[in-house]
Each structure stands twice: as structure tokens, then as C-alpha cells.
């Protein structure tokens, strides 16, 4: 019996379940995650639990690929467990929208699965909340999901850094590099080894190899960036399209402490997307305490066309379950008290219960 | 003695910082005491304080040690690229010191060849997954043999013909009359962060990098 009673609660690894009162307080963070992805005029959206693998394996990088649940249906087609929703929604975005409804903006909660090594017991990657805004290029769109990300962040109390990049300026940066070295300098500039990066570079551009590496790996304010970018105006063959670049995220930082939101994002060109979908500006954000990001997100204005339906797109998620049992003022999302009601026969009792829930009380018989 | 120091309130907290038992740990202690920070790890005890109250330094089993940092129990870790290797997690490199270099070699009995040759090898190792993926990207398959010390044994006792290990000297191959067939790769020490500490304390944990780098 002991046996079997072990068999039995074993889970695999990946997977979670959660009861009473952490439930209780689990959805009652989504219901105000959804008010106020709602007051922003965004939509509900539900996805797939699982969708052909094929589809959606050019679009993966290797570590997402690891990570992924993967099983045969009965007809042998290769399927994939929902591991990153934005990824599943682009396919139904690309089915259902027409250009006519664009843009279009849409929100979700859902479970995700994802393998999780044994000793990986505090990265709770089991739950995504997130939005994304469909059709919508430039600035405006960007700003609104940064905006919304800060707004999710107060909602929820927690003492967050958005590290803010651009998948864009590496691209511009290092395009006449060979598509290996490429990768080889994105995977360096991920782990910020900057003298793995340098030696990269140094290869083919050996003259401006210095100023380009010092550029990825710089993280801060807008004043050091914009002293930075001026340098490039002396780095021979500094491509104009990076200076672009660089001056649109200047932009951005700029409107953001405009807004009062600046004290919340960090300048980091070191983040470039953990996604290999991401094209334009790419986020993550830091919780003290979090061995991991919470939250990540970017532009994406070539996910879609992969789906038959071009539109430029950006969006974050959040990794609710990691960033739950840190939420500030946690009373507001517990159970409220319950009032066992009293009475001789059920009748009254129901009642008396419903007179309390009237009151806007919770009771119970 | 380096009694644990007070803190005030406006200095920041010590960095949690994981360092590795074993063969490094001398050169490690003596490099950071080069740097201004020193450690006493007195009466078997595995924690202890810099006399400045920069780091709250831990010893750890040398492949415990990305775990720790992966966890963000430490902030920041100094081991081999070999354990950041086995462990399969991503780390911040922020330095790589000049000391505790080592290679990773195939070796085995004088009489075998060049393992280029070989349509299939059994390899007894601890660094399974580096053997693994370095005999995989080559195409050569390979039986690997999970060994946790000692590796030298298994050529002399007949358990596999080859064996992959970090090879520094060469006295203990030359001792049980094996030698190196092949340096497969350089392995360094390095100073790794756990990203999430690193983006949340980059200014101070930049500067840690800059006072270790001036011996480095």
C-alpha cells in the first residue's frame, strides 16, 4: 500500500498543482490582472494546450526546444504541449484575424509546460499572464505595452527593474557578420562575457570591434547612453541603422520618464530577446529575490507572416507563480472572513447566509 | 581575525558569494587576498566574512557550486568552466582569472590511437555531458561510463579503454601508465553571476569585477 501510495504522488517534473487558500489568492491576482488589462481596452484570448510541433519548430531556439513536452497523437503527428502562449496565439491570430480588425489587442492567463530539471525547484515557469497588441508599428505601440508592463508591476506591489533593449540595434549592429558567428556573439552577449564577444567581433570588424562590445554590454541611465551614442559618430563604419536605433531607444526612455515611469527601466543592450522571434525593442524584468526574470517581452513584427498574416506586433508576459508569493499588501488578494451562519433548520440558515452575501458578506451554511 | 563586521545601515548588504572546496581553494583564497579580500574560514567552518564586509563568502562541493548560484543563494560563484559545463545552466561570465587552468583530455593505454579513428568509443569519465557532446558533435559514438573518482582505474582494471578527465601534470596518467591522446578542450576559472542578482546590482557588482580584475 505504501508502495503504491508513492507511486501515486509522484509528479513529473514541470507540472504543479495548488489548493485552497494559495488557489484562492492565484485567481484573485488574475481577476485584477484582467480588470486592468481590460480598462486598457484589451480582449480575452484562450489558446490550444497542444498544437503540431512542425509548426512552430523553426520558430523555437534550442533551450525552448529542450524545455518542451512533446507527444505522438494517434494519427503518429508530432505534437507540442503550450510552452510560450505567445507563440501558440500567433497562429490563431493569424487564422482568425482579417487586416480590417487591426490592430488588435488581446490578453490571457494561461497554464504553460515546460520540463524543469530536478534541482530547478524555484523557477515555477507554470503559469503566463501577458498581452500583446496585434498590428500596431512604431513607437505608440511599444510605449503602451512598456506603459502596461510598469502598470502590472505597481498593481501587484512588487520592486521590479525593466531592463529595456533591442533586438533591432544588435541586428543593425552586427549584420555583416556570418549567420554562425552571429549566434555565437548573441549566446556571448546573453551571459555579458565580454571578452568572448570581443574576440567574435575582432574577427570582422576588428576596427570598431572595441566600441561595438563596451555598447552591448552597457546598462544604465539615459545620460551614459546618450554620451555613448554620440561616440559612434566616431567609429568608423558605425552603421547609420544602429544610430537609428539607438536614438528610437533613447526616444522611448525619454517619453517613459516623461510619463513619471523612468525610475522603473534600466538602458541594457545586452537584452536582445531571449525569444528568436523578437526583431524590435526586447525587455525583461527583475524581482529582488527572483533568481530569474519575471517578466520578458518585445516586438515581433515578423512572427505573424510565419502564419500567412503580416502584422507587427509587440508584447510581454509574466510568470505569475514566481512572482505570486511576493505581491505587496497580500491581504488584498485573501480569502475575506467567513461567517458560519446558525439556524435550526436549513432554511433559515440559507437565509441567514444570503443576508450576509446581500451585504456583500461571505456566508456559509 | 576577521570577526564578522558590523554593518551599518546605509553600506550595502555583503554579495553572497560561492566558493569552491578543494585543490582551488588556496590559490583562490590567496588571489583574493591579493585584491584586499580576506577570508578565514576558522574551526571547519564553511562561512566567513571579508574584513570589509564586501562578500559573505560560502564553501560549497566544488559541483554543488552552480547550483547555488543558479538558485541566486549565491550572487556570485568562482569555479571551473568544466562545472558550469556539466551543470547545462547560464551564467554571467564576468571574468576569467589566470590561474586554475587546466585541460580536459581523452586519455588511455600508450597502445591506442588517435581517437579521430575511432568508429565507436567507451569512455569513463565524470563529465558525462561534456564527453557526450563533444564525441556527438564530432559524429563519433560513445559509450559513456559514469565515474566519480579515480578515473585512471578504469583503463588499468579494464572497465573502458578510454577515459576523459581534467589533466594538469600528467604524473597520475604517467603513474598508471596511460597518457593523453588528445587535449580536447582548455578549461578556465571563471567568476560567474546569477543574472537576476547581476541586473539588479550591476553598479556593485561591477566594481567587485573591477578589483579582481587588477590581478587577473
Known sequence: ?365 | MNAKRKRTEREPAPVPIALPKGRLLPTLLRYMESCGFRFDFEDRKLVAQDGEGVFNAFLVKNSDLPTYVNHGIAALGICGSDVIYESGHRFFTLLTFSFGRTTMCLAGKRELGDAADRRRMSVATKFTRFTQDHFHMRGIPVQIIKLDGSVELAPVLGLAPYIVDLVETGNTLKANDLTVIEKLKEIEVHLIANPSYYKLHYERIDWIVERLREKS
Open chain 1, 1 to 365: 500500500m505504501a508502495t503504491k501510495r508513492r507511486t501515486f504522488l509522484q509528479i513529473p517534473q514541470g507540472t504543479e498543482s495548488f489548493y485552497l487558500e494559495e488557489a484562492f489568492r492565484h485567481r484573485r491576482i488574475i481577476a485584477h490582472l484582467d480588470s486592468l488589462f481590460e480598462s486598457w481596452g484589451y480582449l480575452p484570448v484562450y489558446t490550444p494546450v497542444f498544437d503540431f510541433f512542425d509548426t512552430y519548430r523553426t520558430l523555437m531556439g534550442d533551450e525552448a526546444v529542450e524545455t518542451a513536452y512533446r507527444l505522438i497523437d494517434r494519427e503518429g503527428d508530432l505534437l507540442l504541449l503550450r510552452s510560450d502562449i505567445t507563440l501558440f496565439l500567433a497562429k490563431q491570430m493569424g487564422l482568425a484575424l482579417k487586416k480590417s480588425d487591426l490592430p488588435v489587442r488581446v490578453y490571457y492567463s494561461d497554464v504553460i509546460l515546460r520540463h524543469q530539471n530536478r534541482e530547478d525547484i524555484s523557477r515555477n515557469e507554470f503559469f503566463q499572464s501577458g498581452v500583446e497588441l496585434i498590428g500596431k508599428p512604431g513607437e505608440e505601440a511599444d510605449l503602451e505595452v512598456l506603459a502596461l508592463l510598469a502598470r502590472t508591476i505597481e498593481l501587484l506591489g512588487l520592486r521590479a527593474q525593466i531592463h529595456l533593449g533591442s533586438q533591432a540595434l544588435f541586428g543593425s549592429c552586427f549584420s555583416d557578420l556570418p549567420e554562425g558567428t552571429r549566434r555565437k556573439l548573441a549566446s556571448a552577449i546573453a551571459v555579458r562575457d565580454a571578452g568572448s564577444c570581443r574576440s567574435f567581433v575582432e574577427m570582422w570588424e576588428p576596427a570598431r570591434a572595441e566600441y561595438t562590445v563596451r555598447l552591448m554590454m552597457y546598462i544604465g541611465g539615459r545620460d551614459g547612453l546618450r554620451t555613448l551614442a554620440q561616440e559612434s559618430r566616431r567609429v568608423g563604419g558605425f552603421p547609420e541603422r544602429a544610430r537609428t536605433e539607438l536614438t528610437y531607444l533613447l526616444r522611448l526612455a525619454e517619453v517613459l520618464t516623461e510619463i513619471g515611469m523612468g525610475d522603473g527601466f534600466r538602458l541594457d543592450l545586452s537584452e536582445i530577446g531571449a525569444q528568436t522571434y523578437y526583431t524590435g525593442i526586447a525587455f525583461r524584468a527583475f524581482v529582488e529575490g527572483q533568481d530569474s526574470a519575471v517578466a520578458s517581452g518585445g516586438r515581433y513584427d515578423e512572427l505573424l507572416a510565419n502564419f500567412g498574416f503580416a502584422a507587427p506586433s509587440v508584447g510581454f508576459s509574466l510568470l505569475l507563480r514566481k512572482v505570486e508569493p511576493m505581491v505587496d499588501r497580500p491581504e488584498r488578494f485573501a480569502q475575506p472572513e467567513i461567517v458560519t451562519v446558525e439556524g435550526t433548520t436549513f432554511t433559515e440558515r440559507l437565509k441567514a447566509a444570503d443576508a450576509l452575501r446581500k451585504a456583500g458578506r461571505i456566508g456559509r451554511i
